[in-house]
């Protein structure tokens, strides 16, 4: 090193904490309150232990949005009770179990989704109508806003900021995420919501899958107008909710192709599947049980045949399973060694070791000592690259 530029242990560890310093960030939360907020907060917990510093901004009166170390909280007041939300979130999930045609249920998630919008839409209003919270927020200089568009408020804030917008959704009424990202969706591939279709159509099924999108374009209409006027009178031009989602600079979708369609996706699009799901790791006796699952269908595979030409041959309905059953004496190769310990019937006798060849002076290998001593763990290691 050149004269003059050696340097002391803890001025190292100085300049290190400052370059920590400079690559976090300052992020603007907008969540939507109820499992929207319950996916999104974890998300905001791992950005806080990253060293981001995060403001959270929600309504006095939520049902999940509550303060945490993690992340500054700023609230504002709201026109209604929290027992008037909980009454219209209720009968809003109601309408998914709701049974009838289709224009019946239209109707009554016509009903529900109005009931909802105007509550969530005087939420938003009375957010954007609080000159003192706007002010600190013009004030505190973010570095973006992070935001679930199922509800367009943060996306409003994001653009009268000046902000990039990182946007978590699962997804967006009336198709607006595809429109708004240019992904294409044909309805003669994309099966639409409540229509039952699956990837392969008929023409029949096609026109089903067409005619369904109709409805959305006045639930559409309903739903975001609103925002539309809402959001052209605080910004202070002409805007369209499509306007403002169209400039999100990140999507995280919450979806995977397991569960859902497959379909394009743009560059921007972050499938993020798993993130809306607690990870809590499976009781031991349950995932035992999902070991054997696989057994089924093995099972059935491997010994059928077996059963058919017994059946044919003893001119009799029987299984390979009825034919063990008579086993009169079971000598099992297994020993409790390298064997897991087990409940025995008095006439299965265990004779572990006589599948080795009988070698004498000779003793194990090292190797496989070393497998005997860690069994445990390498079928721990096994199970695992299985699953």
């Known amino acids: 090193m050149a004269p003059g530029l050696s340097a002391s242990p803890p001025l190292v560890v100085l300049l290190l904490s ?23 907060r974890e998300v905001v917990d791992m950005l806080h232990q990253k060293g981001h510093e995060v403001v959270v901004v929600a309504p006095e009166v939520s049902m999940h949005i509550k303060p945490s170390k993690n992340f500054v909280m700023k609230m504002y007041s709201v026109p209604y009770t929290k027992e008037e939300k909980e009454k219209v979130f209720n009968a809003f999930f109601q309408v998914s179990f709701e049974e009838g045609s289709f224009f019946e249920r239209f109707l009554k998630a016509y009903k529900s989704m109005k009931g909802m919008s105007d509550l969530e839409f005087s939420s938003c209003e009375q957010l954007l109508q609080n000159k003192e919270l706007i002010g600190y927020l013009e004030k505190s200089k973010f570095d973006a806003v992070f935001t679930d568009p199922f ?61 369904y999108d109709i409805p959305s374009l006045f639930l559409c209409d309903f739903a975001f107008k609103p925002y539309s006027k809402l959001a052209s009178k605080f910004l202070q031009r002409e805007v369209t909710v499509l306007d403002l989602l169209r400039k999100g600079s990140v999507w995280l979708m919450r979806l995977d192709f397991v569960l859902d369609y497959p379909r394009p996706l743009m560059p921007n699009i972050i499938p993020i599947g798993g993130v809306n799901c607690a990870h809590k790791e499976l009781p031991e006796r349950v995932m035992n049980l999902l070991y054997d699952i696989p057994d089924i269908f093995l099972c059935d595979f491997a010994f059928e045949p077996y059963s058919k ?7 009799r309905e029987v299984t390979v399973l009825d034919l063990l059953r008579k086993g009169s004496l079971w000598l099992f190769r297994l020993d409790f060694v390298l064997d897991y310990p087990r409940p025995l019937m008095p006439n299965i006798i265990p004779i572990g070791g006589l599948n080795c060849a009988q070698k004498k002076h000779k003793e194990l290998p090292q190797g496989f000592s070393v497998i005997r001593k860690h069994e445990g763990f390498l079928m721990t290691l096994y199970c695992g690259s299985v699953m």
Request: hydrophobic share 45%.
């Open 309 to 315: 030409l017994a059946s044919e041959f003893l001119q």
């Open 18 to 40: 400052l370059l920590g310093l400079a690559a976090a960030g300052k992020l603007l939360v907008v969540p939507v309150d109820g499992s929207h907020w319950l996916s999104m």
């Open 151 to 211: 509800l367009p408020c943060g996306a409003i804030l994001a653009e009268h900021l000046s902000l990039p917008s990182v946007f978590l959704l699962r997804g967006i009424p009336c198709g607006l995420d595809f429109e708004a990202t240019q992904c294409p969706k044909p309805p003669s591939y994309v099966p639409r919501i409540n229509t039952e279709n699956t990837d392969h159509m008929t023409f029949l099924q096609r026109v089903k899958n067409l005619l």
